[in-house]
């Protein structure tokens, strides 16, 4: 069991893992108060020192998840990623697990992946002002590893929702169990390391390397939705998906 401080627990993936990583002693934090969730703005700095203090592990979630204004994503998703990192290497937290995203690589192309699958650290490729943010994250998650040796893991996290509901999640889909079990991985890793967040699904073009490399072993397949989902539209090979063809900045 470790002291995990989570940001972002009122969040969908939030709730998802506060129901399955509660073995751990988890310290529950969001923007906004909630029942058994503490207040806690990422992009104050005092404050984000304060939490982190005993705490052996930050799961980051916090921060504005999908496309907005340019200044927005920078202050609450880049921003508020550098309170965090600064405030664990202040308080001595030696590992920060930040929720990166498939749109940090949005615009690579299913031909550009190879017979492994599109490798977990093929260098950013943001797709959005959202997937530019992201990529910042990851790198400032290098910078804090390199610099003063935190354990950095960045999880460029799929389609992560109940159950698929489209074509392109029958390949990047993350289950909420496998979510847990990539996370638990995570937070024995060592090093800077960029993971797929994506379960073991059959049409995934995702190389399953990054995640091998940690411990993370994904048992779901999005393939049991298949039937009940649209056809996949041929032209649609990009990573961001639909994300790649919004205009920049729109909500």
Known sequence: MA???????????GRMLRARLG??????????????????????ADAVTAACRGVDAVVHLGGIAG?????????????????VL?????????????????????LYDQSEAGPGGLPDDVPARPDSYYGWSKAAMESLGRLYHDRLGLHVVCLRIGSC???????????VWLSPDDAARLVEAALTATGWRLVWGVSANTRR?????????????????????????????????LVGGPMTRKPLGSR
């Not at 496309?67 to 309170?83: C, H, I, K, M, S």
């Not at 600064?86 to 949005?106: E, Q």
């Open 3 to 13: 002291v995990i401080l989570l940001t972002g627990a009122a969040g969908t993936i």
């Open 23 to 44: 073995h751990h002693e988890l310290r529950l934090t969001d923007v906004h108060a909630a029942n058994g969730i503490e207040a806690l703005d990422v992009t104050d």
């Open 67 to 83: 496309e907005g204004p340019f200044e927005d994503v920078l202050a609450v998703n880049v921003r508020g990623t550098e309170r």
């Open 86 to 106: 600064a405030a664990a290497a202040a308080t001595g937290v030696p590992r920060v697990v930040l929720a990166s995203s498939n749109h940090a690589a949005g």
């Open 161 to 171: 929702t109940p159950h698929p509901s489209d074509a392109r999640d029958l390949a």
């Open 205 to 237: 073009w995702w190389s399953p390397a990054g995640g091998d490399a940690i411990g993370y072993h994904p048992s779901d397949d999005a393939e049991t939705w298949a039937s009940s989902v649209p056809a996949a539209d041929p032209t649609d090979s």
